[in-house]
């Protein structure tokens, strides 16, 4: 059952095994549960992962936009992780594309709306562009498991994956 060094087992074990395992379990979670910093529990939360396709008034180029934000009696916490792409155009020499690098935007505020949504804000704190940290901006996510229809991302049907308001 031990491992031992000649047949006698080492000085953790020998310490371990005098204690009584009926001690150790409620000893835990009583030390477990001083955590006097324990967060509240969430009254709301908004997570998934969306594909938006590009929309043709070019208010969304593609991209891959993942979220996991919750409310508590303490505010609005989580992240926005946003992967996008400058769409190529080809003949057009501004835009060439570019990296799908992230986009890390911390959430300060969450909104649950009426319709299944949630508006999510929050403050850029990585960019692939130095200049965009620190700007704000909102999102809103829709889940639409109850109709059947696509989820949407600030209107625009999601192509892949799911969001979760509840």
Same mark, same amino acid.
């Given at each position: @059952?031990?491992? =031992?060094?000649?047949?006698?087992?080492?000085?953790?074990?020998?310490? @371990? #095994?005098?204690?009584?395992?009926?001690?150790?379990?409620?000893?835990? *979670?009583?030390?477990? /549960?001083?955590?006097?910093?324990?967060?509240?529990?969430? =009254?709301?939360?908004?997570?998934?992962?969306? !594909?938006?396709?590009? =929309? !043709?008034?070019?208010?969304?180029?593609? #991209?891959?936009? *993942?979220?996991? $934000?919750?409310?508590?009696?303490?505010?609005?916490?989580?992240?926005?992780?946003?992967?996008?792409?400058?769409? +190529?155009?080809?003949?057009?020499?501004?835009?060439?594309?570019?990296?799908?690098?992230?986009? +890390?935007?911390?959430?300060?505020?969450?909104? +649950?709306? /009426?319709?299944?949504?949630?508006?999510? %804000?929050?403050?850029?704190?990585?960019?692939?562009?130095?200049? $965009?940290?620190?700007?704000?901006? %909102?999102?809103? +996510?829709?889940? &639409?498991? !109850?109709?059947?229809?696509?989820?949407?991302?600030?209107?625009?049907?999601?192509?892949?994956? &799911?969001?979760?308001?509840?």
């Amino acid at each position: @059952m031990f491992a =031992t060094s000649g047949g006698i087992p080492n000085k953790k074990e020998t310490a @371990m #095994s005098h204690i009584p395992l009926i001690l150790v379990v409620p000893l835990l *979670s009583a030390v477990l /549960s001083l955590d006097g910093n324990a967060k509240s529990a969430a =009254t709301g939360v908004v997570r998934g992962h969306g !594909e938006v396709p590009s =929309t !043709e008034e070019g208010a969304l180029l593609p #991209s891959q936009i *993942s979220i996991n $934000a919750w409310l508590d009696s303490e505010g609005a916490h989580g992240r926005i992780i946003w992967i996008g792409d400058f769409a +190529f155009v080809p003949g057009d020499p501004q835009d060439k594309g570019g990296p799908a690098d992230p986009w +890390f935007i911390d959430v300060t505020s969450l909104t +649950f709306l /009426s319709d299944n949504s949630a508006e999510v %804000c929050g403050v850029v704190v990585h960019a692939p562009r130095e200049q $965009a940290i620190g700007e704000e901006g %909102c999102l809103v +996510f829709t889940d &639409n498991r !109850e109709t059947g229809e696509a989820d949407t991302i600030d209107g625009v049907a999601i192509i892949a994956g &799911n969001i979760l308001v509840k």
